[in-house]
């Protein structure tokens, strides 16, 4: 009866962490969210693009984001698969992400499933200019709790790349254009101190190909600023709004590309109250 007890309690415990790891990752958007006001969202016209580079005006334009509001808030679900090396077994993964735009911000809640009955649980946050990452097997069991001034530079170059599925985040003051070609354009994120750069690539009908810059990537135990990015397979409208829907994030080696992870996005939502997600 005893080793019975045990066992349920040990069978349990995988469950009771993953409600743990939620109520955290809770937690964490309403602080994102606190700051939501829907009152305040206006729309967007041509006048607001005027001062942007040819590319990034050409993209918004594209995007359909004339005549709608400036988005403030994103909510979306993604569905893929990752990977951690080169020719390394694909893990099936799920995750949601919310973003915040006047102050920049995401909280990504992921589920990674590396092997029958194991999953990881993963949590990367970006907040008041702070980069945080949390991963644990099991939602129990921590293999990743990472934070400081290389997080704080990595989760603001992902903000910065994954600017692309709301697009009006462009239009924000703490992002500086610079074109480069008809087809190109660099853009720089300042914020709280902390600055990232990297390049945009666009098609001629304003569709961003792909992005890339430098982030930090923890190898060894040590953080060595990599050159990474993203590159976009297919685009969708979600809520009138064309952005990428099946792209690839990539680390951009000596010897190759190492694609680690393939997502696609099945929901999106713009400038929805928490309450209403």
Same mark, same amino acid.
């Given at each position: 009866?005893?080793?019975?007890?045990?066992?349920?309690?040990?069978?349990?415990?995988?469950?009771?962490?993953?409600?743990?790891?939620?109520?955290?990752?809770?937690?964490? /958007?309403?602080?994102?969210?606190?700051?939501?006001?829907?009152?305040?969202?206006?729309?967007?016209?041509?006048?607001?693009?005027?001062?942007?580079?040819?590319? *990034?005006?050409?993209?918004?334009?594209?995007?359909?984001?004339?005549?709608?509001?400036?988005?403030?808030?994103?909510?979306?679900?993604?569905?893929?698969?990752?990977?951690?090396?080169?020719?390394?077994?694909?893990?099936?993964?799920?995750?949601?992400?919310?973003?915040?735009?006047?102050?920049?911000?995401? /909280?990504?809640?992921?589920? /990674?499933?590396?092997?029958?009955?194991?999953?990881?649980?993963?949590?990367?946050?970006?907040?008041?200019?702070?980069?945080?990452?949390?991963?644990?097997?099991?939602?129990?069991?921590?293999?990743?709790?990472?934070?400081?001034?290389?997080?704080?530079?990595?989760?603001?170059?992902?903000?910065?790349?994954?600017?692309?599925?709301?697009?009006?985040?462009?239009?924000?003051?703490?992002?500086?254009?610079?074109?480069?070609?008809?087809?190109?354009?660099?853009?720089?994120?300042?914020?709280?101190?902390?600055?990232?750069?990297?390049?945009?690539?666009?098609?001629?009908?304003?569709?961003?190909?792909?992005?890339?810059?430098?982030?930090?990537?923890?190898?060894?135990?040590?953080?060595?600023?990599?050159?990474?990015?993203?590159?976009?397979?297919?685009?969708?409208?979600?809520?009138?709004?064309?952005?990428?829907?099946?792209?690839? *994030?990539?680390?951009?080696?000596?010897?190759?590309?190492?694609?680690?992870?393939?997502?696609?996005?099945?929901?999106?939502?713009?400038?929805?109250?928490?309450?209403?997600?």
């Amino acid at each position: 009866m005893f080793i019975a007890v045990i066992l349920l309690v040990l069978a349990a415990l995988p469950r009771i962490a993953k409600g743990l790891f939620l109520k955290e990752a809770e937690k964490n /958007v309403k602080l994102l969210y606190q700051t939501f006001n829907e009152e305040n969202v206006k729309m967007i016209d041509k006048e607001d693009l005027k001062n942007l580079p040819y590319p *990034v005006q050409n993209w918004l334009l594209h995007s359909n984001v004339i005549g709608k509001e400036k988005i403030v808030t994103a909510r979306l679900k993604q569905e893929g698969r990752m990977r951690t090396k080169k020719n390394g077994p694909w893990m099936p993964t799920k995750a949601e992400q919310y973003f915040t735009v006047d102050q920049p911000g995401f /909280v990504w809640i992921a589920n /990674v499933k590396m092997a029958p009955f194991i999953h990881l649980s993963g949590i990367d946050t970006y907040h008041a200019g702070k980069g945080k990452m949390k991963i644990k097997v099991l939602s129990l069991l921590p293999v990743v709790d990472a934070k400081g001034p290389e997080m704080d530079s990595s989760t603001m170059m992902r903000y910065l790349a994954e600017m692309m599925w709301f697009p009006t985040a462009a239009l924000n003051p703490y992002i500086k254009w610079k074109a480069i070609d008809q087809k190109s354009a660099s853009a720089t994120m300042e914020y709280n101190g902390v600055s990232a750069s990297g390049i945009f690539h666009f098609n001629e009908n304003g569709d961003i190909l792909r992005f890339i810059g430098k982030r930090y990537r923890e190898m060894n135990g040590q953080y060595i600023l990599s050159d990474w990015g993203g590159i976009n397979k297919e685009y969708k409208e979600f809520e009138g709004i064309r952005i990428p829907s099946k792209s690839e *994030v990539t680390w951009f080696e000596e010897d190759g590309e190492f694609n680690w992870f393939e997502i696609e996005i099945t929901e999106m939502q713009y400038n929805v109250p928490l309450g209403r997600c």
